[in-house]
Every structure is written in C-alpha cells, then in structure tokens.
C-alpha cells in the first residue's frame, strides 16, 4: 500500500470518528437536551445514550433540571401611601418542561426577572408602609402564585418567593428608628415600674407577715405566762386545801386555833389599817396564853 493509500485511509478513519462521535451523545444525569430536525423540534432526550442523524439533527438546547436561585437586583417600588423603597427578591424555579422552556419565550430568565419586578410593584403599591414592612409572608405568597401561573407557558414551575431586602427612604428609616428608641424606652420604663411594683407589693408582704408572726408570739407568750400563772395559783390552792385537809385530820385543839388566831391578829395589826377591832372573847384568849406559857415554863 502506497503512502497516499495509507493517508486516504487514515482520513477516512479520522472522519468516521468524528462522525460518530458527533452522532453518539450522552445525556447526564439531571439533564435533557432538545433536538431538532432540519430545523424543526424532533424531540427531547432525557438521561442516557443518544444517537444523532449528522447534517439533518442538532441540538438546540441543553436544559438543567436542577431547581435554579435567581437573586433578582432590588427594585424600586411604591407603596399606596406614596413611599418609594428598593427591594429585592429570591426566585425558586426549576424547568419542567424543556421544549417549552426553549420555545416559550426569548431569553426565559430575562422574562421571570421582569414579571417578578412587575408583580412585586402591583402587590407592594396596594399596601400601604407599615403593612409592607410586616406582610413578608403575605407578599411572598401571593408572589409565588402569580409567577407560578404566568412561567407555566415557558416550561418554569416557580416554588418559592422571598422578599429578601426592603430598604425605606433614609427619612424613613430614622422615624422609624426613633420609633423603635422610644418603644424600647416605654418597656425599659414600664418594666422598671412593674418592678417597683412587685418589690413593694413583697415589702408589704413582709412587714404583714411579720406583723402577724409577732403578734402570734406576743399572744403565745401571754397564754403561757397566764397558763403557768393559772398552774402556780391551782398548786397554791392545792396546798392550802392539802394543809386544811391535813388540819382537820389532824383534829387541831382550842389552843392551836387561838395561837392562829393572835398570828392573824398581828399580821392585821403590822398593817397600814387605821382602826383595829378587837374580838370579844379576848380575855378567853389571854388566859389560855397563860396558861401556855405555864406549861412551856414547867
């Protein structure tokens, strides 16, 4: 074989793998790629091996099926009470269907972005400043549904919305941080009062508590000191009726009851009583003396 014949044949090698290698194509996972036909769409290939017509087939697109976040520049808008603010948001989408995605629109990103921007400022212009800075959840939702029905026709299934930033006029932003002082001033002070409040309501607790704790031992020590009075005074009474007792069983004679009556009679007489009177028999009394004292001589 000559030089030119082996050359001849190595081009011919040469285009034959680029033939097949422009016919065989691999689609990757999470991945489809749109086809098309002597210009015309044929077909959308999903995961997997494919095979090409060369010259008649091309691939048009090759669209992800991952879900995509668009972080959308902020967007001047205006509130039903004639306050302009910026704000941005963050799209969710994933494309569901390719052939739509490649043949609904010009430039499908461009397109969300814009009706993203459109639908923020015809939600945001009927709220008025203090409903759009407290109504995320509200702006967000309704966002959503609106994006998602209107990017049904490019293929785009829209999952989440978030109002990422709303930044107010700086005229705004400080009212409403003298607001906030003011707000954070009025609790510190309600606080503080509240404080007050329970700390003398306690005080007062206290002093009753122990007002009542001393008048309860002020009243316990009294009941005791009468109780041991009451007990001293029933032993007297005891003793005395024990010494009557024993008396009487003793059977005392005249002249003990009249050396008891001269004992009362001198206790009456060492007292501060001014008139003294002097029973009738005391001549009886004097004589029995005598003689006592007679018989303590003998």
């Known amino acids: ?82 306050v302009t603010m910026m704000i941005d948001t963050v799209v969710y989408l994933q494309i569901i269907d390719a052939k739509l995605f490649t043949y609904g629109v010009e430039r499908p990103m461009n397109a969300t972005e814009n009706l993203t921007a459109t639908t923020l400022r015809n939600i945001i212009g009927d709220l008025e400043l203090d409903e759009t800075l407290t109504s995320r959840d509200i702006i967000n939702t309704k966002m959503r549904a609106i994006l998602d029905e209107a990017t049904d026709p490019w293929g785009i299934k829209v999952s989440r919305v978030e109002v990422k930033n709303i930044i107010p006029p700086h005229d705004i932003q400080e009212s409403m941080e003298k607001q906030m002082r003011a707000e954070r001033e009025k609790r510190e002070k309600i606080l503080n009062a509240e404080g007050e409040k329970s700390a003398s309501i306690l ?44 008396i009487n069983n003793a059977n005392p004679g005249k002249a003990f009851l009249t050396i008891k009556g001269f004992e009362t009679l001198e206790k009456v007489a060492d007292g501060q009583a001014t008139k003294i009177i002097i029973p009738s028999n005391i001549q009886d009394i004097s004589a029995t003396l005598t003689s006592l004292v007679e018989v303590v001589k003998k």
Do not use: C
């Open 1 to 82: 074989m000559s030089i030119p014949q082996i050359i001849g044949f190595v081009v011919i090698l040469i285009i034959i793998a680029g033939i097949i290698g422009y016919s065989v194509r691999i689609v990757p996972q999470a991945n489809t790629y749109v086809l098309e036909r002597l210009g015309a769409y044929h077909s959308t290939w999903t995961t997997g091996l494919h095979f090409m017509i060369p010259f008649l087939d091309r691939i048009s697109n090759k669209v992800s099926l991952k879900e995509i976040v668009r972080d959308f520049a902020p967007q001047p808008v205006i509130t039903k009470d004639n």
């Open 203 to 246: 005080r007062a607790e206290g002093e009753k508590e122990s007002t009542i704790l001393r008048a309860n031992a002020k009243k316990e020590a009294m009941i005791a000191e009468a109780e041991g009075e009451a007990t001293a005074m029933e032993r007297i009474f005891l003793a005395q009726a024990n010494g009557v007792a024993m």
